[in-house]
């Protein structure tokens, strides 16, 4: 059974810090990243990392203050979040291909596993 369990969210202050975990379990995922959506939003690609080549891919909106990384031994993805902005706050879904290649992977439709969500509010 396919299945990504999402943790670490919470309620914090801005210019705090989270740190997100995915863990994946029931198959190789070849390509991992988080995604957000915030109320009345469409869901948006925040960041990805490569199994193989542990390449990694960001948002604008958070690069320089989002890291992704990956324990391929564990079969989990870490989202570190440092100095949050309120308009960060939103839930944080994992997400995971399967399939082969080291290509980036930004858009939901190149996903074919999604965990369940954590909620992430930064307070101002």
């Known amino acids: 059974q396919v299945q990504l369990v999402e943790s670490g969210g919470g309620l914090v202050q801005a210019g705090g810090s989270l740190r997100l975990s995915c863990a994946a379990s029931g198959r190789t995922f070849y390509f991992m990243g988080w995604f957000r959506q915030a109320p009345g939003k469409e869901r948006e690609f925040i960041a990805g990392?490569?199994?193989?080549?542990?390449?990694?891919y960001y948002a604008d909106s958070v690069k320089g203050r989002f890291t992704i990384s990956r324990d391929v031994a564990k079969n989990t993805v870490y989202l570190q979040m440092n100095s949050l902005k309120p308009e960060d706050t939103a839930i944080y879904y994992c997400?995971?291909?399967?399939?082969?290649?080291?290509?980036?992977?930004?858009?939901?439709?190149?996903?074919?596993?999604w965990g369940q969500g954590t909620q992430v509010t930064v307070s101002s």
């Open positions: 997400a995971a291909d399967g399939r082969s290649g080291t290509y980036s992977r930004t858009h939901q439709d190149e996903y074919d596993s």
């Open positions: 990392i490569s199994r193989s080549t542990y390449s990694t």
